[in-house]
């Protein structure tokens, strides 16, 4: 069985589930790591992220503007993530 889950949260609309999955992934005694971007990124600065901390590993998509002024998206992170987990699911 993994060990690793991973959690990718790029929608702000199910923090509740975000929450239990990580509960119950850690009482199973898995590592959980937890990934925000996109829509997501706003639950990463309200109550859940405190919630999570010391449950899970907690990482951000941090998007920075390139030379021309588009937003580029910095995959280092995300593969990161993914590189860590077993399993992932997604929100």
Do not use: W
Request: include cysteine; charged fraction near 20%; aromatic fraction near 6%.
């Amino acid at each position: 069985m993994a060990g690793r889950l991973g959690i990718l949260v790029n929608s702000d609309r199910h923090p509740e589930y975000v929450l239990k999955l990580c509960q119950a992934a850690s009482l199973r005694g898995r590592q959980v790591s937890v990934h925000f971007t996109g829509a997501g990124l706003g639950l990463a600065e309200g109550p859940l992220i405190e919630t999570l901390e010391g449950m899970a590993h907690i990482s951000r998509e941090l998007h920075s503007s390139g030379r021309d002024g588009v937003p580029k998206l910095p995959c280092l992170a995300l593969s990161e993530f993914f590189r860590r987990c077993d399993r992932t699911v997604v929100f």
